[in-house]
């Protein structure tokens, strides 16, 4: 299922050039127009979807074993793994992407760059309560 409007189901079909690190049928892998270090890469479901949960799983099996291989290859010994799902949480693209991001040790300045605001005095019960319900919903 694809969206004409899309810019990675086009990317997809073909109709916009991409520098393609890897394909098969249900996933493709490609360097970043606009990379935040050398080596930063997209990896994507064919299936459209704008976001995780909207894509089959058997569409997302091979994902991290692709990331894997690419990370690899960088040679780059720190990445980031990056997935973002809604506008709020910084997805810019309408379909389901994930984001291999090598982090240069030699320039800090280069790679992804994130804040961890982290909350305080959460109580185990607390963590028990959310992860029932949580699990209940699974």
Not at 9 to 19: D, L, T, Y
Not at 29 to 51: E, M, N, Q, R, Y
Request: proline share 7%; aromatic share 4%.
């Amino acid at each position: 299922m694809a969206s004409a409007s899309c810019i990675f189901c086009r990317i997809i079909k073909g109709e916009i050039p991409s520098a393609k690190l890897f394909e098969s049928p249900t996933t493709l892998a490609f360097l970043d127009i606009t990379p935040l270090s050398k080596g930063h890469a997209l990896v994507i479901p064919k299936h459209h979807g704008a976001k995780l949960t909207d894509i089959p799983d058997d569409s997302l099996s091979e994902i991290l074993t692709t990331l894997k291989r690419i990370a690899a290859a960088t040679g780059a010994p720190n990445y980031n793994i990056l997935q973002n799902n809604g506008r709020a949480a910084h997805q810019v693209v309408d379909h389901v992407h994930f984001h291999m991001i090598p982090k240069p040790v030699e320039d800090d300045a280069k790679g992804l760059g994130i804040g961890w605001p982290a909350q305080q005095g959460v109580s185990g019960e607390e963590l028990g309560r959310l992860a029932e319900d949580i699990r209940a919903k699974m």
